[in-house]
């Protein structure tokens, strides 16, 4: 399955996708410092805009196209996020990347964001894609269901030729697990401002806005800050990830990304349906020829001693009106690959 990634930043969902089989074609991130972390990590970025790249060459031969477009729009510290949103036009990347997705025609998108983008979505971006693709889902996935040691709610939206069934919950991990520290529970949300670490005071550790507030309470203050280490852990990116630039740079990366284990779920949700659907499409030749074959058997047998009180010529009648129609079917089946 071939990739085009917009806004891949430092290549979070980039390594979800890469680890269930998916080969990327480009990943666009216009940030100097997280374009060099996928550059070493072997990713094919491209440092541009996405409003500046021509997708001509690309249309038609991709597989996935997976977008995170900008959501400060939408983010959960600005106030009335769900209203004003829609309105903010000059972060607001949903119009941008639905243009490029009619550009590149991709057999499959799919799209990431806060969860405070869901009206717009539902309202304004479904709609659109309906003229797109067949079947669209939305889904709002937290990574601690899903074998991330942190609660994060994202909102998911994949558009494509087939339905695609939601992940099942699986394994929970907790802070502890992940990281050492003394919190059983998955950590709060990694955010980009994880460096300054949190005030001393008690108090705020208990509305719990970020990583550093568990941390904090779990070592009883005497440390109230995560590496940069410590939250690419929490986000499920591997040991000695090349995240490059400096020190609030990559905190800037990890806090922007999706965790890599949360996408490979979703990629593996769209894999599955795809498989699903190529089986069943390889399946059908054979399928034609065995009803092809019970058909022919069946109606040799009905000619041979037609049932009591029915005539050779009902049983001919009856073969031309609805057992031919079958077979005709079945050939085409055969023939073609599809019902
Ligand atoms: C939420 S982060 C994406 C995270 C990424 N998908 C991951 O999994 O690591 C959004 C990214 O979009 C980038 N970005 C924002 N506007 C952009 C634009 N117009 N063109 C290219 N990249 C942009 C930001 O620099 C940021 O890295």
């Known amino acids: 399955m071939r990739v085009l990634d917009l806004f891949a930043g430092a ?3 980039a390594l979800g996708l890469h680890r269930e089989g998916f080969a990327h074609v480009a990943c666009v991130e216009r940030d100097p410092s997280a374009a060099a972390t996928l550059r070493a990590a072997g990713f094919p970025a491209v440092e ?8 001509a060459a690309l249309a038609g031969t991709i597989d996935v196209l997976w977008a995170s477009p900008p959501c400060q729009a939408w983010s959960s510290a600005n106030q009335h996020a769900e209203r004003k949103g829609a309105e903010d036009v000059a ?7 639905l243009r490029i997705v009619r550009l590149v ?10 969860r405070n983008a869901r009206r717009y979505v539902e309202h304004t971006v479904v709609p659109e894609l309906h003229e797109l693709f067949a079947h669209i889902s939305v889904w709002l996935l937290n990574a601690a269901d899903h074998g991330v040691p942190q609660s994060r709610t994202r909102l998911f939206v994949i558009a494509g030729p087939f339905p695609v ?4 919950p699986g394994t929970r991990r907790s802070m502890r697990d992940a990281i050492g520290v003394a919190y059983d529970k998955p950590s709060p949300c990694v955010m980009t401002t994880e460096g300054k670490g949190r005030p001393t005071d ?5 509305k719990l806005n970020n990583a550093s507030d568990a941390l904090a309470i779990a070592t ?8 940069v280490d410590e939250c690419a852990a929490l986000q499920t990116f591997p040991v000695g990830y090349p995240f490059a630039g400096r020190v609030e740079e990559r905190y800037r990366q990890v806090g922007n990304a999706v965790p890599p284990t949360l996408a490979a779920v979703v990629a593996r949700a769209v894999r599955l349906a795809e498989d699903g659907a190529n089986t069943i499409r390889e399946g059908l030749p054979a399928l034609g020829a065995v009803v092809e074959l019970v058909l022919a058997r069946a109606v040799a047998l009905v000619r041979a001693s037609p049932p009591f009180g029915v005539g050779a010529a009902e049983v001919d009648a009856f073969v031309a009106r609805n057992v031919d129609r079958l077979r005709a079917l079945a050939r085409h089946a055969n023939q073609r690959g599809t019902w």
Do not use: C
Request: net charge positive.
């Open 165 to 168: 069934f939601p992940p099942a």
């Open 91 to 97: 972060r607001n990347g949903w119009p941008w990347t």
């Open 105 to 114: 025609r991709p057999r499959w998108a799919i799209f990431e964001n806060v």
């Open 11 to 13: 290549g979070g969902a």
């Open 48 to 55: 541009a805009d996405v409003r500046d790249v021509d997708y």
């Open 220 to 227: 009883g203050g005497a440390r109230l800050k995560l590496t």
């Open 202 to 206: 008690p108090s705020w550790w208990k």
